[in-house]
C-alpha cells in the first residue's frame, strides 16, 4: 500500500486546512487509514483513524470537535478536516494505514508527511 499525503500549509490561528490521503495497492481500501502528526523535539502521537468502511471513526481527545476525518472509498482517499486550528497543532502530519485498526504500533505503512503551520 503506497499512501501520499497532501494539503498542508500556513494558516492562522483559528482558520482552516483539510488534508488528504490517497491510497493506492492492492487492497488499499479494507485498511483502516488514520493521521499521525509530529511536532518539533515532540514524539509522532496519533490524531484521528477511520474503518474501512468509514462507519467508526476514533480521534485524540485534543481534536475532538475540531477535527473530523472521512474517507470516499471510490477515489481510495481519507480526509482529515481541521478546523479551529491552534498554534498548538502546528507538526507534520502524516497519514497511515494498517490491517488491525491500529491496535499495534508502528503502523502496517506510512505516508510522508505534510506540514501544517498554525500561526498566531
Known amino acids: 500500500v503506497q499512501l501520499q499525503a497532501s494539503g498542508g500549509g500556513l494558516v492562522q490561528a483559528g482558520g482552516s486546512l483539510r488534508l488528504s490521503c490517497e491510497a493506492s495497492g492492492r487492497d488499499s481500501s479494507i485498511y483502516t487509514v488514520g493521521w499521525f502528526r509530529q511536532a518539533p523535539g515532540k514524539a509522532r502521537e496519533f490524531v484521528a483513524h477511520?474503518?474501512?468502511?468509514?462507519?467508526?471513526?476514533v480521534y485524540a481527545e485534543f481534536v475532538k470537535g475540531r477535527f473530523t476525518i472521512s474517507r470516499d472509498n471510490a477515489k481510495n482517499t481519507v480526509y482529515l478536516q481541521m478546523n479551529s486550528l491552534e498554534p498548538e497543532d502546528t507538526a507534520v502530519y502524516y497519514c497511515?494505514?494498517?490491517?488491525?485498526?491500529?491496535?499495534?504500533?508502528?503502523?502496517?505503512?506510512w505516508g510522508q508527511g505534510t506540514q501544517v503551520t498554525v500561526s498566531s
Open positions: 497511515a494505514a494498517d490491517g488491525a485498526s491500529f491496535k499495534n504500533y508502528p503502523p502496517d505503512y
Open positions: 477511520i474503518s474501512w468502511n468509514g462507519g467508526s471513526a
